[in-house]
């Protein structure tokens, strides 16, 4: 009696198509190409800069608070464990209290402000230049 063993094969199919599909959707951002201007259509907009320095205008960095404006320097952040996200470095007290804030990635053209992990997202701004 000749016994097949398809059940490898089979796993290690699986496995190297979830692979594939996984890392075509998990699109890598460079950090070098996140510097620009991005805006949202209620006039929102926050500009990185090459040097490592931000301004953010008109923004909305948590659900319901009036639009604010702020400035500092900023670093890209890849925890590996959770969303990619620009570390902003308030200056000056721009928001209060709050001496940084996390700006997400969602895309390389794509940032937003969520100040609940488990909320909506507060404000999302495309790259315009």
Do not use: H, N
């Not at 907009?45 to 953010?56: H, K, M, Q, Y």
């Not at 590996?80 to 804030?101: A, N, P, Q, R």
């Amino acid at each position: 009696m000749i016994r097949r063993r398809t059940g490898g094969r089979w796993l290690f199919a699986v496995l190297a198509a979830s692979a594939v599909l996984v890392s075509g959707c998990s699109g890598a951002v460079d950090p070098e190409d996140l510097p620009g201007v991005y805006r949202d259509d209620d006039g929102g907009r926050v500009e990185l800069s090459a040097d490592g320095t931000f301004s953010a205008t008109g923004v909305r960095t948590s659900e319901g608070a009036d639009p604010v404006d702020f400035s500092g320097s900023w670093d890209y952040e890849d925890p590996g464990t959770s969303s990619d996200f620009v570390y902003l470095v308030v200056e000056d007290g721009g928001l209060g209290e709050t001496g940084g804030i996390q700006l997400y990635v969602d895309d390389q053209d794509t940032l937003y402000f969520q100040s609940d992990p488990d909320g909506p997202v507060t404000q999302e701004l495309d790259k315009t230049s």
